[in-house]
Structure formats: C-alpha cells, structure tokens
C-alpha cells in the first residue's frame, strides 16, 4: 500500500509541476479543440476524490456526471485545479492507510464495466494522473515549452 502511496504522491507532484510550466498557456487548447491542461488536473481532482470516497466507503460512490461536470468546469484555473488535487490527494491517501484489511479485496465494479479490488482502486488515481501528466507536457511541447 505504501508504495501505491508514494506513486500517487509522486505523480500528484509531477502534474503539479508541469501545469505551473505552462504558466498562462494553462488553458490553452489544443486546435481550439483539445481539453486545456487545466480541464485535464481538474479532472484528476474529481477522479482521485471519487475514488477516496469508494475506498472510505467500501462501496462504488454514485457518479453524478452532470454535477461532475459542473464542478470540473468550475476549476477553471490553475489555482483552483491545484487547490482541489490536494486535498483529494490526501483524502485518497488516508482513505487507503485507513481501508480495513478485511475489505481490501472486495471487488466493486466501476461505472465504465472494469472490475477492481478496493485495495487496487488506488491505482486509478496513479494511472489517471500519470497518463493526463503525459498529455501536459504534449502540449508543452506543442507550444515549445
């Protein structure tokens, strides 16, 4: 678990790091149509959250795709993209240290079908900000950064 911690941390870190980079191209798009690298952290913040909530409650969280989107729309800036990763971040994290060994391997299904132990779940947040960090620095080096 610990090391599931440090990779989640770690990649927090990195998101963190390459959105400050692109400074006020931060919401820039791509062809004016492609997700701004703000949208794409925002996105990390309400994943990361919802998955804290799964793993606090032993159960899938209901997800509210309008409200999701409402509330992802409103993380409009670095700022507040930031400001809401972190303490998803450490809900998520303590939510993990705290998950009772009698319920790590119970397995929930997630709303897109995949099938995951409650101990596991943590690594969608790892692989979601890992995989969103990629696409930042994309469009770093779309704007030669």
């Known amino acids: ?36 690298a703000v949208d794409q952290v925002a996105e990390c913040a309400l994943i990361t959250d919802w998955v804290a909530q ?9 997800m509210d795709w309008e409200a999701y989107g409402t509330t992802k ?3 409009d800036t670095v700022e507040k993209a930031l400001a809401a ?5 450490e809900r998520c994290v303590a939510a993990m240290r705290n998950l009772p060994a009698d319920k790590a391997d119970d397995v929930v299904e997630l709303p897109w079908g995949e099938k995951y132990t409650l ?3 943590a690594n969608i947040v790892w692989w979601n900000n890992t995989y969103h960090n990629g696409q930042i620095c994309y469009i770093q080096t779309l704007l030669g950064i």
């Not at 678990?1 to 006020?24: F, W």
């Not at 990763?85 to 971040?89: G, Q, V």
């Open 1 to 36: 678990m610990d090391r599931m911690i440090r990779g989640i941390e770690s990649s927090v870190a990195e998101l963190e790091k390459e959105l400050v980079k692109l400074c006020e191209h931060a919401t820039w798009s791509p062809l004016d149509k492609g997700r701004t």
């Open 73 to 75: 729309a409103s993380l």
């Open 119 to 121: 101990g596991e779940l």
């Open 54 to 62: 799964t793993i606090e409650d032993c159960v899938i969280a209901p």
């Open 85 to 89: 990763l972190k303490p998803a971040t």
